[in-house]
């Protein structure tokens, strides 16, 4: 069974950093490409950045990350990170990690999701 549970979460203030953590289990994590999204209150979900563990390929899902945010793996640990650095109020949302097949993929396997608030 596919899980992925999302840690890091939580409030920081205008300008500052978080780290958003996502462990897999349950498949072979090389094979699989792990992507973050994040949605915000009355939005639809949207893509924030991909890898792909086998490659160690880098999408930006969406262009608001290319200056602020990176994303990187330990596949010795099964772990894919979020960092996000001068956080924005707009950055609220509920960050989630995803597993699929590669980082186009259409299906998706689902974290629960985590809270992230930025105060101004």
């Known amino acids: 069974e596919v899980q992925l549970v999302e840690s890091g979460g939580g409030l920081v203030q205008a300008g500052g950093s978080l780290r958003l953590s996502c462990a897999a289990s349950?498949?072979?994590?090389?094979?699989?490409?792990i992507a973050w999204f994040r949605q915000a209150p009355g939005k639809e979900r949207g893509g924030v950045l991909c890898?792909?563990?086998?490659?160690?390929?880098?999408?930006y899902l969406g262009d608001f990350a290319k200056a602020r945010f990176t994303i990187s793996s330990d596949n010795a640990k099964n772990t894919v990170f979020l960092q996000m650095n001068n956080l924005q109020p707009e950055d609220t949302a509920v960050y989630y990690c995803?597993?699929?097949?590669?980082?186009?993929?259409?299906?998706?396997?689902w974290g629960q999701g985590i809270q992230v608030t930025v105060s101004s």
């Open positions: 890898i792909d563990n086998g490659s160690n390929r880098r999408t």
């Open positions: 349950g498949f072979t994590f090389d094979d699989y490409a």
């Open positions: 995803a597993a699929g097949t590669h980082c186009s993929a259409y299906e998706w396997n």
